[in-house]
T-cell receptor, first 113, second 117 residues
Framework: DSGVTQTPKHLITATGQRVTLRCSPR?????VYWYQQSLDQGLQFLIQ???????AKGNILERFSAQQFPDLHSELNLSSLELGDSALYFC????????????FGQGTRLTVV | AQKITQTQPGMFVQEKEAVTLDCTYD???????LFWYKQPSSGEMIFLIY??????QNATEGRYSLNFQKARKSANLVISASQLGDSAMYFC??????????????FGAGTRLAVHP
């Protein structure tokens, strides 16, 4: 168990809908990272938050947004969903600065139908 | 641009044998970190091993070792004494320090390892 908790584990929704994915980082970790794993794009970094503030941005669509709350949990909001948004979404957390691994949650598998 | 290349889409190995999974990287930064993760069929990403660019010795973690050849920009994962439970997807990743993202990782495409009894 990595200590990073993601909910829900599975999500099935229709095109055009909006969903929220939740992540609780490991105790003491201030950074949260979101990644998307899809068959065609592989594992891609979406966005990072550090202690409530956006730190780095990757290939995140404008339809997607995220935030990190004062208790350090984070939410990834995906709106106007398309079939191509079907993927495994990972949250990772780490202590900053760090020379070692970022710990990953078990992921949320999103299926858009 | 920073890039990770894993040229082996799939590998198989006999149980109890050793196997090497290849990873090459490209970066112009003098300071970087290299990671290997295991992703079993259940989907979670499990950290295996880390190598810093300034580390003098190759990293080892139990049955996992990282064959780090800096001049060749390669960071191959060696799994000794393979077990059936090692069957999984393996990802090589590199930390990207740019844009202030300390632990933002760039991943390779992965290698699927099958361990045969």
């Amino acid at each position: 168990d990595s200590g990073v908790t993601q909910t829900p584990k599975h999500l099935i929704t229709a095109t055009g809908q909006r969903v929220t994915l939740r992540c609780s980082p490991r105790s003491g970790d201030l950074s949260v990272y979101w990644y998307q794993q899809s068959l065609d794009q592989g594992l891609q970094f979406l966005i990072q938050y550090y202690n409530g503030e956006e730190r780095a941005k990757g290939n995140i669509l404008e339809r997607f947004s995220a935030q990190q709350f004062p208790d350090l949990h984070s939410e990834l909001n995906l709106s106007s969903l398309e079939l191509g948004d079907s993927a495994l979404y990972f949250c990772a957390s780490s202590v900053e600065p760090s020379n070692t691994e970022a710990f990953f949650g078990q992921g949320t598998r999103l299926t858009v139908v | 641009a920073q890039k990770i290349t894993q040229t082996q889409p799939g590998m198989f190995v006999q149980e109890k044998e050793a196997v090497t999974l290849d990873c090459t990287y490209d970066t112009s930064d003098p300071s970087y970190g290299l990671f290997w993760y295991k992703q079993p069929s259940s989907g979670e990403m499990i950290f295996l091993i880390y190598q810093g660019s300034y580390d003098q010795q190759n990293a080892t973690e139990g049955r996992y070792s990282l064959n780090f050849q800096k001049a060749r920009k390669s960071a191959n994962l060696v799994i000794s004494a393979s077990q059936l439970g090692d069957s999984a997807m393996y990802f090589c990743a590199m930390r990207d320090y740019r844009s202030g993202g300390y632990n933002k990782l760039i991943f390779g495409a992965g290698t699927r390892l099958a361990v045969h009894p």
